[in-house]
């Protein structure tokens, strides 16, 4: 029955009609025809209609290592055999759950010991914002639960996160009514392109966090959540030093920092966790997802400091008995399994040290674009990167840049190339396995792409 419905050619037509996609321009679908995929393999992807592609997105930001990964295939089957699930709702918990929490405990900075799991990385934003909140509630704060965003930040696709998210063109037609939620300017720094220094860029920035936490009184603001690297955004690193001083800022004032790396932990830039091993912080709590498990099943977790799992364990029980947080699969067994072998893979294989080994070679090769007269620049840190794309008349966002881009997507597609279009970015985040020869392959490609759209 499977090779059956790996042969049906009608599948683009079948998603086409019952779809309705995340994140898709509906309108564009519904007179095309989505690809369908269905196999894959190391760090190629093959569609329903037998074209293969060299997949620079790894799936979106989660593919560590590699597709078809006979390991880990067997560590969740085994798991679905043994027990598919339970809950972890109370006092009840699983073996892979308990055990992975040790070991996030272990490669996790500082105190971060305790770890609460949810669904993905979504859930695991929205319910670091609740902890905050539940922290200074339970300490006779509850007025202390304003939260401190920037623009360009993507925290996820709920209500919430996407509140805490700052990008205006994904607001259209929603309308959030959060008005505990502050957004800071995007703190990128290019410095190929940023007329300020990369210091002068910092001070701007920390003034306007220091006014913005005084505006609201610093007794009234819970959290800052941010991104090490903005991902999503388009991928924009902050000047030097942006991390330590925001989080030093943060310590004054008595507020919570929250890191969120869904996209910068589990080995993209090199370390399991960047906070500590890129940035020298060590935050209060640390957002993890996709990675963890390298995609192969949906899981998040909050990483918790010591100081803080104490404090909302210790909630007066007369106010409020129950940390009442959770989802149906939270913990759940077959992805803690997977999460755990992936470690086991990542540790043994040692990915991170092939990522601080190909990551520099990898943008060191995308620079060599730059000679493009259609590519504004090229930013980006070990395996996340973007190639930003502009006619030579203005930069950004604006119709002609966004077309431009979306032409070098098509002809990468065409050519074998998967990359994430977004805006006027062509955004890349290979699988961590990916070899010095794919690297060749993809800047090959994007280097004929670049040409044929100029
Ligand atoms: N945080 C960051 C930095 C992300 O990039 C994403 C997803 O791209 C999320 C949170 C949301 O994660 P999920 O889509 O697993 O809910």
Redesign the pocket.
């Given at each position: 029955e499977t090779a059956e419905l790996r042969n049906d050619l009608d599948l683009p037509a079948k998603d086409a009609r019952h779809v309705l996609h995340p994140w898709a321009d509906l309108q564009a679908l519904g007179s095309d025809r989505p690809v369908v995929m269905n196999s894959a393999k190391g760090v190629r992807v093959k569609d329903s209609e037998g074209t293969t592609y060299l997949d620079a997105i790894g799936g979106?930001?989660c593919m560590t290592v590699g597709y078809g990964c006979e390991e880990l295939a067997d560590a969740i089957g085994d798991q679905a055999r043994q027990m598919a699930y339970y809950t972890s709702f109370g006092d009840v918990s699983n073996e892979p759950a308990a055990q992975l929490a040790e070991k996030l405990a272990e490669l996790s900075p500082g105190d971060l010991n305790r770890v609460h799991f949810t669904t993905?990385?979504?859930?695991a934003?929205e319910s670091a914002v609740r902890i905050a909140h539940y922290y200074f509630a339970a300490q006779g704060k509850p007025e202390k639960r304003h939260v401190l965003s920037r623009v360009n930040a993507?925290?996820?696709?709920t209500y919430l996160?996407q509140s805490l998210s700052g990008k205006a063109a994904d607001k259209t037609h929603f309308h959030y009514e959060t008005e505990f939620i502050h957004h800071l300017s995007s703190p990128g720094h290019d410095p190929d392109r940023d007329p300020l220094s990369a210091e002068a860029r910092l001070t701007e920035l920390l003034d306007e966090m220091e006014a913005e936490i005084q505006r609201l009184g610093p007794e009234n603001v819970a959290c800052f959540v941010a991104?090490p690297i903005l991902?999503?955004g388009g991928v924009l690193t902050p000047p030097k030093g942006y991390q330590k001083a925001t989080l030093e800022l943060c310590r004054k004032h008595g507020i919570l920092y929250v890191s969120?790396e869904?996209?910068t932990g589990f080995g993209r830039l090199g370390h399991f966790f960047a906070s500590e091993a890129r940035f020298g912080i060590v935050p209060d709590m640390i957002?993890t997802?996709?990675g963890i498990t390298s995609g192969y099943q949906p899981l998040?977790a909050v990483l918790v400091s010591d100081r803080i799992a104490e404090t909302i364990s210790k909630a007066a029980p007369s106010e409020k008995p129950v940390f009442s947080n959770g989802f149906t699969y939270s913990g759940h067994p077959v992805a803690c399994a997977a999460a755990l072998t992936n470690i086991k893979i990542m540790t043994r294989d040692d990915i991170c040290g092939h990522v601080r080994d190909v990551g520099p070679y990898f943008m060191a090769r995308l620079r060599e674009l730059l000679d493009s007269p259609i590519v504004y620049t090229v930013r980006g840190d070990h395996l996340m990167a973007c190639v930003e794309c502009w006619t030579g008349e203005e930069a950004g966002p604006n119709d002609k840049n966004m077309a431009l881009a979306a032409r070098v997507d098509a002809y990468c597609q065409e050519a074998g190339l998967l990359v994430r279009p977004y805006e006027n970015l062509c955004i890349l985040s290979p699988p961590l396995v990916i070899s010095r020869d794919d690297i060749d392959e993809i800047v090959g490609i994007m280097g004929s792409a670049l040409t044929r759209a100029a």
């Open positions: 979106m930001w993905g990385g979504s859930t934003v993507y925290h996820g696709g996160t991104e991902a999503s969120d869904v996209v957002i997802a996709k998040g």
